[in-house]
Every structure is written in C-alpha cells, then in structure tokens.
C-alpha cells in the first residue's frame, strides 16, 4: 500500500505541474482564473456527494469545528491561488513556481511546532538540496527587474500560505473523508473568490471559449487529478513529505513551459532539475529515520 501512495504522490505533482500552464493560456484576470478553478471543481466533485448517502451524512454530522477549519482551509487556498496567479504577471512561470515551491521550509517549522514532527538532519539537508536546485533553476529570471522581485515576492507569501492550508487538511483528513473536505474546502474558496471578484469589479461572463477550456482543464488536471491527491495522501503523509515532492513541479512546469509557452530550458536549468532530483533522493532516503513523539 505504501507504494500505492507514493505512486499517486508523484501522479499528482505531474499533474499539478500543468497549473502554470493553463493559468498562463487562459486569458482571464487572476482572481476570476482562481475562482473558476475552484467552482468547476467544486462541480466536478459534488455529483459524488450527492449521490452518495454515507458523503450526505457525513457533511450533515460536521460540528462547528470541524466545519470552521474546513472553510478556513478554503479561504487559504483562495489566497493562495490570487497571489500565486497574481506573481505570473510580474515573472515567469519557471521563476514563479520555484519561489511558490518553497513550501518544505514553511512545512519543516509548522510540522515541528505543530504536530512535534522531528526530521533527521540529513533528510533536512535533502531539502536544503532540493531548494538550491530550485534557486539554480530561476535564479536568472529572479534578478530581471523589480517587477519580477514582486512577482517573486508574492509567490514567497503563497508558499506559505499553502503550507497552511495543508496543515489543516493534515488535521482535518484523520477525521473526514475525502470528498466532504474536497467539495466543502473548494466551494469555501469559490465563495470567498467570488466576493473578491465582485469587490476588483471582474467581468465573469465576457471570455473567450478557449479560455473557459483552459480554466476546466485547470480545475480537472491540476486541481482534481493534482491537489485533491495531495488531500487524499493527507490521511497518511505529512506536509513536509508532500511539500517535498512538490518541488518536482519545477520540473514538470519547465518541460511544459518548453513544450506550450516555448520558454527555452537552459543548460542551467537542466542542473537545477538534477540537483532537486538529487535533493529529493536524500530526503526520500533519510525521512524513514523521521521520529515523531
């Protein structure tokens, strides 16, 4: 079963690995492009709670805490996806996906402050490792202008932000089946995306059929094959580990940068996907020695 879950860990940092992609395709302003993800998953994903009476039941016996960390998740993720969709205006979408990647070193601090989580110092320098590799990979792109700082800034503050919101679901997912939190925590964030665009005065209605593809594709690859895998694994991996393996979404993105935006991989680059793999290894390797109390 182990293996099980590690295979569905690296299908959902592929399939996340598409998000930048089609954020950059669909020709929509950042909060509109958030929320559509959002409420088309949502959609995709209530016919299964609907249908299903022990899913009805369940989300009819949610108490008020439960409930609260649920919607405070969604709101998280809101966040997150307004200031990481936001920093793919100002930079790149190599550079911008290295900074949001940097979410093992929110996640080691809130996993040992949190759940006492305590890492051997090897697996910590599998991190560092994999970090580097991702600073090689956009450190170009990251001293191009003050516009890409800004870019880059606010790709720092939504790393940590989905850190957070993963460590409620770490919480959360010991208590809930997946679908209850999936369908609750996205239609929290549409909810609260929706209000938000409503304040910038976004248009919801007046886009291109392309776009509104590329905005299903996002909520079908990256969101309901990508993230909710990542809610799933919750049940039985830590942040950390999960946030590890999304650093591989800097590789992905790259080849897929390459492939639909024609944004040149260097050779630089190819070095920095050598030395995240490299990272991941040792972290992979010395996180089995990983004590928690």
Known sequence: MKVNR???????????SSSAIFVKLAAAPPGITAFY???????LLLPFAVMNKGIREEIRGIDLRRGLLIFTGGILLA??????????????????TVIVTLQPLFAVIGGYFLYHERLNPKAVLGIVIAIIGCFVIGYRDMRLSTLALIGDSLALIAAAVITAYFFIGQGIRKES????????????????LFLYCLIQGNDFI???????????ALALFATILGQT????????????????????????TCLLGYIFLHERISVTQFI??????????????????????
């Open 6 to 16: 590690y295979v569905l860990l690296i299908l959902g940092v592929f399939f996340l």
């Open 37 to 43: 993800r959002m409420l088309f998953s949502c959609l």
């Open 79 to 96: 966040v997150h996806y307004i200031l990481w969709f936001q920093s793919l205006d100002y930079t790149s979408v190599a550079s911008s």
């Open 177 to 192: 089946g997946l679908i209850v939190y999936s369908v609750l925590g996205y239609g929290s964030s549409a909810c609260f």
């Open 206 to 216: 007046h886009y291109s059929s392309e776009t509104f593809l590329y905005l299903i």
């Open 229 to 252: 895998i990542f809610n799933f694994l919750l049940r039985w991996l830590n942040t950390t580990v999960i946030s590890m393996a999304i650093l591989g979404e800097v590789i992905g």
């Open 272 to 293: 920095g996907i050598a030395i995240i793999l490299l990272g991941q290894a040792v972290f992979i390797l010395y996180s089995r020695e990983t004590k928690n109390p």
